[in-house]
């Protein structure tokens, strides 16, 4: 068990105000100028009619000219046969992925292709039967990939209503492309009558596309839309869906490379679960695909970690010293000479590579190691990975992200959370910006007007910005208003056992998430999806407001320059905002910052989420659609 450290101040950003380079959101705007809802729902229209169009003159010609569906000129078999395909599309596409989908539904056409030519071999034969079926489930499973993907792209640049108008345009194409396929389709049927080559069971069993056209472009854009509304909900089976509609939306192209890459990521949910028991720590692994029940569960053991307690406060004195002696400074600046300055970093330097030594050394006991193994066996190098920690408040100060774990799996990242938790309903309200309420607190000593710039730059945002408030105003407006995100910036800090922490609202007022709670929750309800705290020593502010079951909460582990805490915020918003999960984006945003260290040491340790784990992170297009 980690012991309690020392009394933390609310000085939380311990630097001077410093210019900083301004974030540039050009291409980002550029991207979804280039892809404009009437833009997206016209190409919706022209496609549905040239797949219907295509779909209906290749049965018309192909299949019912070399042999029809239906031995007799009935349209019920026909119908029948292509609905019955789409079902089986449907169903391959749910177990198992759309490429899946795509293969069993082509195997299928082969398969019932023979059936079809072995019974009816009189009147064509095997291989015109073949060929028939196979053109059109190909056309059937080409028809709903496109779909859904063109309705999720609608959805993710212009909202539900875009989505809605995406699959009414699609349908009345199809309808559009149908009519006239058949119509195409019949005068090839008479030209070919011309030269005495149909029979004319054969034209009379043309007809019968149109109405399996009809219901196959009815069935496919239902379907789509489903597959559509599953991607945009996080189901990893569709992740790629969403990945090229997201990548779409804001850069207005995909390329093939990205594609054959979103295909083969799947996302995972990583649970470990720590515990105390027998001196040190009952251990529980669960790994399962993002939005499922999880697939494997193991138990281990992890001794008392004694060692990694005394590490840590070394580490933990030695980095307050360095970045006290480098900018806030308790003796005469000019004691402090340029070499014992590098001194400070050298030493805080050394004391983080024993604390990551003896967190590996701890992880890899012989103990723990069956829950190692299954790690390993369980995950891919190429899978996203949400990583949950569920631990007590304590366990969450060291550095997990230093485990090497994480160097093996490069779109992995750490989370903490506490051990209980519960759902919370939420209301909705249409909205087509994502609300952000900012709260610029006390910003003595620190630049807090950076972080309004930064802020004011993303897209798509409606950002209302509280300078020092009162109480009374930041509960009203938690109370009054839906909010996606709350943002601080300002000074923050932790007590002493890190169960609690409090902001600094102003400069004579500072709040604990208690005198907020019950405007918290009211907010939580109403849809808030993320708590930013770009402020010092949050893991008491976090360990608070996960009680309140907040989803998502980012915030500075360790007291934090103002240059780190500003940095920080421009790279995760600047990928959070592209498009990338909320996971990566912390995680990119967080190593970005490696570059400051020299200066500021272990810059890169400092962002840190705590996430609620019955909740899945929306994306930045998500937020948009979520109310």
């Not at 009558?193 to 399996?212: C, I, K, W």
């Not at 169960?499 to 109403?526: C, D, P, R, W």
């Not at 808030?528 to 980012?554: T, V, Y």
Request: charged share 15%; with cysteine; aromatic share 8%.
């Amino acid at each position: 068990m980690l012991p309690d450290f020392s009394e933390r101040s609310l000085q939380g950003h311990l630097l001077k105000s410093q210019n900083l380079r301004s974030t540039n959101f050009s291409q980002t705007k550029a991207g979804l100028k280039l892809c404009s809802p009437i833009g997206l729902v016209l190409i919706a229209l022209l496609l549905a009619a040239f797949f219907s169009f295509a779909s209906v003159l290749a049965v018309t010609f192909v299949g019912y000219t070399l042999f029809p569906y239906s031995i007799s000129p009935g349209k019920v078999l026909t119908t029948v046969i292509v609905l019955t395909l789409f079902f089986f599309f449907f169903r391959v596409a749910l177990r198992e992925s759309l490429a899946s989908a795509v293969v069993s539904v082509t195997i299928s056409g082969v398969v019932l292709g023979a059936i079809i030519g072995l019974v009816a071999g009189g009147l064509a034969g095997l291989a015109a039967g073949i060929v028939t079926v196979t053109i059109t489930t190909a056309i059937i499973a080409l028809m709903v990939v496109v779909t859904a993907l063109m309705i999720t792209m609608a959805y993710t640049v212009a909202g539900k209503r875009a989505g809605a108008a995406a699959i009414t345009l699609i349908m009345a194409g199809g309808m559009l492309g149908g009519i006239a396929g058949v119509a195409t389709g019949k005068e090839v049927i008479k030209v070919l009558n011309n030269h005495g080559t149909v029979p004319p069971l054969r034209e009379a069993a043309a007809v019968d596309a149109t109405f399996a056209a009809f219901a196959g472009t009815f069935a496919g854009v239902v379907i789509a839309g489903y597959i559509g509304w599953q991607a945009l909900k996080g189901n990893h089976r569709f992740a790629w869906i969403k990945t090229i509609a997201v990548n779409f939306a804001t850069t207005g192209n995909v390329s093939l490379h990205g594609l054959v890459d979103a295909a083969e990521i799947e996302s995972k949910l990583v649970i470990l679960k720590l515990s105390k028991g027998n001196g040190g720590f009952s251990v529980t692994l669960q790994i399962g695909a993002e939005g499922t029940l999880p697939t494997v569960e193991c138990t281990g053991e992890l001794p008392p970690a004694l060692a990694i307690s005394r590490c840590y406060q070394q580490w933990q004195s030695s980095y307050r010293r360095s970045i006290c002696s480098s900018y806030r400074l308790d003796i005469p600046e000019t004691q402090v000479t340029n070499f014992s300055r590098k001194e400070f970093l050298a030493q805080c330097n050394e004391l983080a590579e024993d604390l990551q030594r003896e967190l590996n050394q701890w992880l890899n006991d012989e103990q723990f190691r069956t829950v190692k193994e299954e790690l390993l066996a369980t995950l891919s190098k190429s899978d996203s990975i949400r990583f949950i920690l569920q631990a007590e408040h304590q366990l969450w100060q060291l550095p997990w992200h230093l485990w090497d774990f994480f160097a093996r799996y490069p779109q992995a990242e750490l989370a903490l959370s506490t051990d209980s938790y519960q759902t919370v309903s939420k209301v909705s309200s249409p909205q087509s910006q994502v609300r952000i309420l900012a709260i610029l607190g006390n910003s003595t000593n620190i630049n807090v007007e950076t972080d309004r710039a930064i802020l004011q730059q993303l897209p798509d945002a409606a950002i209302t910005f509280l300078v020092e408030p009162q109480r009374q105003e930041l509960n009203d407006q938690l109370w009054t208003q839906p909010w996606d995100i709350l943002f601080f910036a300002g000074h923050s800090a932790s007590s002493s056992n890190g169960e609690t922490g409090q902001i600094s609202i102003n400069a004579t007022e500072s709040l604990t998430v208690t005198e907020l709670k019950y405007a918290l929750k009211k907010a939580i309800a109403n849809g808030l999806h993320l708590a930013l705290f770009n402020s010092c020593d949050g893991l008491g502010l976090a360990f608070n407001l996960a009680d309140l079951q907040i989803p998502q909460i980012i915030v500075m582990r360790e007291p934090v320059p103002d240059l780190v805490a500003q940095e920080f915020l421009k790279n995760f918003l600047e990928i959070f905002a592209r498009g990338l999960p909320l996971y990566q984006a912390v995680r990119e945003a967080r190593e970005k910052l490696q570059w400051l260290e020299d200066s500021f040491p272990c810059a890169s340790w400092l962002p840190v989420i705590c996430q609620h784990p019955a909740e899945v992170p929306p994306t930045w297009q998500e937020l948009r659609s979520l109310r």
